[in-house]
Nanobody, 125 residues
Framework: QVQLVESGGGLVQAGGSLRLSCEAS????????MGWFRQAPGKEREFVVA????????DYAESVKGRFTISRDNAKNTLYLQMNSLKPEDTAVYYC??????????????????WGQGTQVTVSS
């Protein structure tokens, strides 16, 4: 049974930083591309960033480019999202997800069969 468990969310002031983690089990983590998505109240789930399993290359949404950094530790089956210079508009529930796809296809929320339960990030102004 695949499990993705996010942690690290919380309340932070604008300009602050948070580091999210996503611990995976029940799947060959190193063989899966991983993504972070977020969903704000009343909005659709949106792509934030993804990392392709085979190349380690990352693709960022324009809104987070230069502020967020995705990384993974395959030995620990863990995905990370370092979020710096946070803005109130970054407030959302953040989800990690696993996919067998690569590259730009990872922007498609429908190509992820495995999802975590989400962690709340709230940025105050």
């Amino acid at each position: 049974q695949v499990q993705l468990v996010e942690s690290g969310g919380g309340l932070v002031q604008a300009g602050g930083s948070l580091r999210l983690s996503c611990e995976a089990s029940g799947l060959p983590f190193s063989r899966y591309s991983m993504g972070w998505f977020r969903q704000a109240p009343g909005k659709e789930r949106e792509f934030v960033v993804a990392i392709t399993w085979s190349t380690g290359s990352a693709d960022y949404a324009e809104s987070v480019k230069g502020r967020f950094t995705i990384s993974r530790d395959n030995a620990k089956n863990t995905l990370y999202l370092q979020m710096n210079s946070l803005k109130p508009e970054d407030t959302a529930v953040y989800y990690c997800a696993a996919s067998t796809y690569s590259g730009s296809l990872l922007r498609n929320v429908r190509l992820y069969p495995h999802w975590g339960q989400g962690t709340q990030v709230t940025v105050s102004s």
